[in-house]
T-cell receptor, first 112, second 116 residues
Framework: DAKTTQPTSMDCAEGRAANLPCNHS???????VYWYRQIHSQGPQYIIH???NNETNEMASLIITEDRKSSTLILPHATLRDTAVYYC?????????????FGGGTRVLVKP | NAGVTQTPKFRILKIGQSMTLQCTQD?????MYWYRQDPGMGLKLIYY???????DKGEVPNGYNVSRSTTEDFPLRLELAAPSQTSVYFC???????????????FGPGTRLTVL
């Protein structure tokens, strides 16, 4: 699976959009981009995933560049409850075991 | 649906003791996983299973054993607890693809283990 690079931490103002970048320059054509988040002491929670098209759901939007070497997770109106560690994961679709490899993630602090 | 449940929530062990961390899912998922998370770090895969009777090692399997006799249960066994196994343990499950893209993993609430 391709390796990802994320900033260690970032702050965001409550009510503003939070834009979380992720670099995955060695991504292969059959690898998906996944985002999970982990609120303090809880199990990780799935947010969104995509292959090459931009995706949106009730939680967030995922913007993938045309060359697929980077992506941005957008939380449109950040709330205090969005304070968490956000993990960007790149994974081959039908790989053996559907395993996830977690890096260090980005620690996001939403401030009032 | 309770999702993925784990017991116990907390446990303190003495060095050399053994214990089993329980994990159960009620979503009829084929795949189940055990991760550990050390303070300030990301999750690391210990073992996983693609179905009843089938298990395989992950990134950090040493000191652990697993079994999968049913679809629902995936217990993790520590035989001789060591301080290095102090961590938070998460169980997760997912299903085989049905929609053409990788299915997401659903995580349990975790077991916080301290070995003294």
């Amino acid at each position: 699976d391709a390796k990802t690079t994320q900033p260690t931490s970032m702050d965001c103002a409550e009510g503003r959009a939070a834009n979380l970048p992720c670099n995955h320059s060695t991504i292969s054509g059959n690898e998906y981009v996944y985002w999970y988040r982990q609120i303090h002491s809880q199990g990780p929670q799935y947010i969104i995933h995509g292959l090459k098209n931009n995706e949106t759901n009730e939680m967030a939007s995922l913007i993938i560049t045309e060359d697929r070497k980077s992506s941005t997770l957008i939380l449109p109106h950040a709330t205090l409850r969005d304070t968490a560690v956000y993990y960007c994961i790149v994974r081959v679709g039908r790989a053996a075991g559907n395993k996830l490899t977690f890096g260090g993630g980005t620690r996001v602090l939403v401030k009032p | 649906n309770a999702g993925v449940t784990q017991t116990p929530k907390f446990r303190i062990l003495k060095i050399g003791q053994s214990m089993t961390l329980q994990c159960t899912q009620d979503m009829n998922h084929n795949y189940m996983y055990w991760y550990r998370q050390d303070p300030g770090m990301g999750l690391k895969l210990i073992y996983y299973s693609v179905g009843a009777g089938i298990t395989d090692k992950g990134e950090v399997p040493n000191g652990y054993n697993v079994s999968r006799s049913t679809t629902e249960d995936f217990p993790l066994r520590l035989e001789l607890a060591a301080p290095s196994q102090t961590s938070v343990y998460f169980c997760a499950s997912t299903s085989i693809w049905t929609s053409g893209s990788p299915d997401t993993q659903y995580f349990g609430p975790g077991t916080r283990l301290t070995v003294l």
